[in-house]
């Protein structure tokens, strides 16, 4: 399988989308900010919520991208051409995973900026 430039100019348009949706629902979730109180809803509830819900959908910054990731990707990649074949389950494993290392470099850079 030859992967031409143009394919790889999408994948990272789409990891790119993935971590700035994935972080921008981070940051208005966090403490003071709009959506608070869903994250605190989550919160107050995590001995009853279970992790592997309530990590991807609100409290996990690099969880996010298995659940949003896989949304984003399918919506604006995986049904483009209207066949689903092995190169787009590839390119959505691993654009989740690359979008998850990004997610968690940049939230934990902003989190030390955020500090000073």
Do not use: H, Q
């Not at 850079?109 to 955020?114: A, G, S």
């Amino acid at each position: 399988m030859e992967i031409s430039s143009s394919i790889l100019f999408n994948y990272f348009l789409i990891v790119l989308t993935i971590s700035g949706v994935c972080l921008g629902w981070r940051m208005i979730t966090d403490d003071e900010k709009i959506f608070y109180p869903i994250r605190k809803y989550v919160l107050d509830r995590y001995d009853i919520i279970p992790k592997f819900i309530s990590k991807p959908l609100i409290l996990c910054e690099a969880c996010f991208a298995s659940i949003w990731g896989s949304v984003i990707y399918w919506a604006l990649w995986g049904v483009l051409d209207g066949v689903i074949d092995k190169s787009d389950i590839l390119f959505w494993v691993f654009s989740c995973f690359t979008a998850s290392f990004i997610n968690g470099i940049l939230w934990s850079l902003y989190e030390l900026i955020r500090k000073y």
